[in-house]
Structures are given as structure tokens and as C-alpha cells.
């Protein structure tokens, strides 16, 4: 329960981080078959998915990332997003790493990391 707890304080840290930057929030935890998003959000015109982790502050980050079969699952969750959602013509995956405690972690933002 704390580790579901704790995530999601920091997916409700990264979107609220994310909407003081003018991005829109979409969707949060958006689930399709047995995939889900942690958000879905509107940067301009551009449909972005971000998967958030949150770690603590000593692990590195090469360790962090998802594994091959979460992407795939990531991957196949958010086409069925956009088939519901056509009217976007542009699309990427973030992935954000939180290292450390909330509320001052360390923040490390990858724009289209999945692809």
C-alpha cells in the first residue's frame, strides 16, 4: 500500500509541476485492456503520454527506466488512446524520474524517451 501511496503522490507532483509549465492535463491513470497511462497531457498541440517513476534519491538512473515488456504495454495503451481520440495529429511519450524525497526531489524530465 505505501508503495501505491507514494506513487501517487509523485504522479500528482509531476501534473502539477507539468500544468504551471501551460501544459493541460487530459487524463490522469487512464487505463485500456491491462495497460495503464499516468498521464495523459496537452503540451501545445501535442498529445503527450508520461510515464512517472519515483525512486529513492541513491539509485541510479540507468535503473530506473521501464523494462521492454512495460514500453510494449505503454505502447499498445496509448494507441488505444488515440484511437479514441483521433483529433490529435502529434504524439509522444515522456518519461519523468523523481530520485529522492517528495516534495523537493530530484526531477529529471525525458521528452520522447519511448518510441
Same mark, same amino acid.
Given at each position: 500500500m505505501e508503495t501505491k501511496r507514494k506513487g501517487v503522490e509523485a504522479e500528482a507532483f509531476v501534473k502539477e509541476f507539468l500544468e504551471t509549465q501551460g501544459w493541460k492535463t487530459l487524463a490522469t491513470n487512464w487505463r485500456s485492456g491491462r495497460g495503464e497511462i499516468d498521464l495523459v497531457m496537452q503540451e501545445k498541440d501535442v498529445l503527450v503520454f508520461v510515464e512517472v517513476k519515483h525512486r529513492p534519491a541513491q539509485w541510479a538512473k540507468h535503473h530506473c527506466f521501464?523494462?521492454?515488456?512495460?514500453? $510494449?504495454t505503454l505502447l499498445e495503451t496509448a494507441a488505444r488512446y488515440q484511437e479514441r481520440h483521433?483529433? /490529435?495529429?502529434?504524439? $509522444? /511519450?515522456d518519461f519523468i524520474l523523481l530520485l529522492g524525497k517528495l516534495p523537493v526531489p530530484e526531477y529529471h524530465h525525458f521528452p520522447g524517451a519511448i518510441a
Open positions: 521501464p523494462s521492454m515488456n512495460q514500453v $510494449r483521433p483529433w /490529435f495529429t502529434h504524439a $509522444r /511519450f
